[in-house]
């Protein structure tokens, strides 16, 4: 019989994290949009050789396809938003740093 591991004495030297990685997100968005766009057609055109335990993939593929124009829709948006919100953060630092040098 073995002797349980301790981890505790393990010394854990973790690296930094790395940078988050940049994507077209828009892009991303209607790739997968036309998919389930692609999906939806597919399950209609072959709906009468379901079962109908099996139907509830074109409701997936219909949910799916609003999801994407949604997103489509938002993801500029939240885009502008956080670089609006990133502009008053910097503004604001600024401004506090003048202050702090006029005192």
Do not use: H
Request: proline residues 7%; positive net charge.
């Amino acid at each position: 019989m073995r002797k349980p591991v301790s981890l505790g004495r393990v010394s854990r030297k973790l690296r930094p994290a790395p940078p988050p990685l940049e994507a077209n997100d828009q892009l991303v968005t209607a790739v997968i949009t036309a998919a389930w766009a692609v999906g939806l057609v597919s399950v209609l055109v072959l709906r009468d050789d379901l079962s109908p335990a099996d139907r509830w993939w074109v409701w997936t593929c219909a949910v799916g396809l609003c999801l994407g124009l949604f997103g489509l829709w938002y993801v500029p948006r939240l885009k502008r938003a956080r670089a609006r919100q990133a502009q008053r953060r910097a503004q604001a630092r600024a401004e506090a740093e003048t202050e702090a040098r006029a005192d």
